[in-house]
């Protein structure tokens, strides 16, 4: 079953639970994952492949982490409470993310087989990084990681 399949029958099930909070945050992925399908045609129909409906998820869950940051340096623990479910539901579609550990061995991999040996070598290390770990771990993650190794 793919992605899109998923939240879809997720998305069901919530509207006959009469899930309020489930059924939007579902609607809401579901739309984006519908604007991603009309700006990638071309002429025709346009199906996303699972690999595309998770770069829509990434950048979802991004935007709810940036919101809950911004919510509990505001005070607001009620709308962080809110992000930090929402952000809850569409973890459940994302594939399990690398641990800072396993970033950390790739990068280390990487940093060697490029040779990279200064913070200037940073952008040619993320570049074929990120390429390696798209989907996989977070870029801020990955950033950070790279900094670090880098600055060592």
């Known amino acids: 079953m793919s992605i899109k399949e ?5 998305l069901k099930v919530s509207m006959k639970a009469k ?11 579901k739309a984006k994952i519908l604007e991603k399908e009309i700006a990638e045609r071309k002429g ?6 699972d690999e595309q409906i ?3 998820l990434m950048k979802a869950a991004k935007q709810r982490k ?3 940051d911004q919510f509990e340096a505001g005070g607001r623990e009620d709308l962080a409470k809110k992000e930090k479910y929402e952000l809850e539901i569409i973890d459940e579609f994302l594939p399990q993310m690398m641990s800072e550990d396993e970033v950390r061995v790739a990068a280390k991999e ?8 200064s913070p200037a070598d940073m952008g040619k290390v993320m570049g074929a990084l990120m390429g390696r770990l798209k989907g ?4 801020y993650l990955i950033s950070s990681v790279v900094k670090d190794e880098l600055s060592n």
């Open 6 to 10: 998923a939240i879809l029958d997720d």
């Open 19 to 29: 899930d309020a909070g489930k059924t939007m945050v579902l609607r809401s992925l």
């Open 44 to 49: 025709g129909e346009s199906v996303l492949s």
């Open 54 to 56: 998770i770069e829509v």
């Open 66 to 68: 940036e919101s809950i």
């Open 110 to 117: 990487q940093i060697e087989k490029m040779g990279a040996s």
């Open 136 to 139: 996989k771990a977070d870029g």
